[in-house]
């Protein structure tokens, strides 16, 4: 009984406390985020991997949506939204929970193992509905604290077309074919390693995803626009937005 007991200590311990820490610069401030490495190793490996090849770097947060999510890691902007070269899609590793302050991958509706560059914070508590659908979302790291700001920052801003924007106004926003620059876009200028030691990280807080296993599904009901958004996510998530780049 002593060692189970043991056991499910050290159980315990290595699944709240083990990340490698990555820095990602962006123009509306700094987003630390703490990597699962030993509970979501694919998903992490996949991620670093962008990392390492500098593919984040002079992209774009290209979708917001209010208490829901912040994306980014798809796209780059020139005249229009233009995709970044992709890698082999990671399969699909359910084990945490999509709590706010989390970062998980984003994928295609219908195919629960597609997830490639694309990624989303979790803005709220978004568990009832990601941690199941589509084979549940894989959640690979946490934010900070502090990074939780720039989060809200990023959040606060105007959006057009679900795209949050600098120096424009609501109404300037009233149709989709807003005129914009690079500059009023939120710019990920850097992403980088901090600490590649798998333990670096201490105090961690992920929630396990308990739901996973349950196989009914129902689309929720209410009118409520994150609750639909989010059922909707599976199919949006790779969509661009039209965006048209001024003169």
């Known amino acids: 009984m002593k060692k189970l007991i043991l056991a499910s200590i050290l159980t315990a311990a290595s699944f709240s406390s083990v990340a490698t820490i990555v820095e990602m610069q962006t123009s509306q401030g700094t987003i630390e985020i703490n990597l699962f490495d030993q509970q979501t190793p694919k998903t992490v490996e996949n991620f670093l991997s962008y990392v390492d090849d500098a593919a984040y770097n002079q ?16 796209f780059t902007f020139s005249d229009e939204m233009d995709p970044i070269t992709t890698k082999p ?25 597609s997830a490639t560059s694309q990624w989303f914070f979790n803005m709220s508590d978004n568990s009832q509905n990601l941690d199941l659908q589509n084979g549940g979302f894989t959640v690979f790291g946490q934010v900070t604290a502090q990074s939780q700001e720039t989060l809200d920052k990023i959040a606060a801003l105007v959006h057009c077309s679900q795209v949050p924007l600098v120096g424009v106004t609501k109404e300037q926003c009233s149709d989709e074919n807003v005129v914009i620059s690079n500059q009023n876009l939120v710019s990920i200028q ?8 798998p333990n670096s990280a201490q105090n961690l807080t992920p929630k396990e995803n308990t739901l996973i296993d349950n196989v009914e599904v129902t689309p929720p009901q209410s009118s409520d626009s994150s609750g639909s958004m989010a059922w909707l996510l599976g199919a949006l998530l790779l969509v661009a937005p039209r965006l048209k780049r001024a003169k």
């Open 59 to 74: 992209t774009v947060i290209h979708r917001s949506v209010d208490k829901f999510v912040i994306q980014g890691g798809g």
């Open 190 to 197: 850097t992403v980088v390693v901090l600490d590649d030691d």
């Open 89 to 113: 899609a990671v399969i699909n590793e359910p084990v945490y929970s999509n709590v706010k302050g989390t970062i998980a991958m984003a994928k295609q509706g219908g195919n629960e193992n």
